[in-house]
């Protein structure tokens, strides 16, 4: 992957599935341009691999509108998957899945083979949501909650290099693995929590930095203070 994400040139041939969150990686933050999006889907079909699309952060985009969901560009080639996990909370633990008949009916058998089961309760909470409108509602209110937070937290950072689309609930600041460490220690002495990038890859280090995320900020002053004390410590 690269700054805008997956790189499918770089796909081998012979995978049979391919996970991806192109509205927004995470950490790295980049938005799957459409032309790569299509390239993927080329791929796909023409080695009879699935990709299933976790529409991570898909409801938070703030510059422009979101791109299209891979499911919506090709149905046949992709299982699309969603959850309330940071459009509500990750404790409703309820999800989605849009995919070809033949392949929900197999996913369904097997969950049930898991005893995987969803509690009903928060399933019909979140199915009131939607039919009344809520969701939606508090979606756009929220987006515009957690413009104003990147906002303040671009601001905070500022002459710190920075990483990731307009998007979603989290930036990387882009600084050396030994600053990061240091950084997310006297942080954290501080009471501000942040991460180091390495804990987010497999493999050789090819990137270092840190993690900000803004999605559980109590208020947008506290948000500044904390990245007050990241920007003085890493500046
Ligand atoms: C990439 C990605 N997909 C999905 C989720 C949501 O998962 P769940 O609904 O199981 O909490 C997360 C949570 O942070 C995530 O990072």
Redo the contacts with the bound molecule.
């Keep these: 992957m690269d700054e805008h994400g997956l790189v499918v040139d770089a796909l081998p041939d012979d995978l049979r599935l391919v996970y991806t969150?192109p509205s927004h990686q995470?950490p790295m933050g980049g938005v799957l341009p459409v032309p790569r999006r299509q390239a993927l889907l080329a791929w796909a079909r023409r080695n009879g691999a699935l990709i299933a699309e976790?529409d991570?952060d898909g409801e938070f985009r703030y510059d422009v509108a979101p791109l299209p969901a891979l499911y919506g560009l090709d149905p046949d080639v992709v299982v699309y998957l969603g959850?309330?996990?940071?459009i509500l909370t990750?404790d409703m633990g309820v999800?989605w899945l849009g995919g070809r008949p033949d392949l929900v009916a197999e996913v369904a058998l097997r969950k049930e083979e898991l005893n995987d089961r969803t509690a009903v309760v928060p399933q019909d909470a979140l199915r009131l949501l939607l039919e009344r409108g809520d969701l939606d509602r508090y979606v756009r209110r929220m987006r515009g909650e957690y413009a104003r937070r990147r906002e303040v937290v671009v601001r905070a950072l500022d002459g710190l290099p920075l990483r990731g689309d307009t998007a979603g609930l989290h930036l990387v600041v882009d600084v050396p693995e030994a600053v990061a460490a240091r950084v997310v220690e006297e942080a954290g002495r501080c009471g501000v929590v942040v991460e180091t990038l390495d804990r987010h890859h497999m493999g050789p280090v090819r990137a270092s930095g840190l993690v900000i995320g803004y999605g559980s900020a109590a208020t947008l002053a506290e948000l500044r203070k904390g990245c007050e004390v990241v920007r003085t410590l890493a500046g």
Aim: hydrophobic share 20%; proline share 0%; net charge neutral.
């Design positions: 969150t995470y976790d991570y959850t309330t996990a940071k990750a999800g």
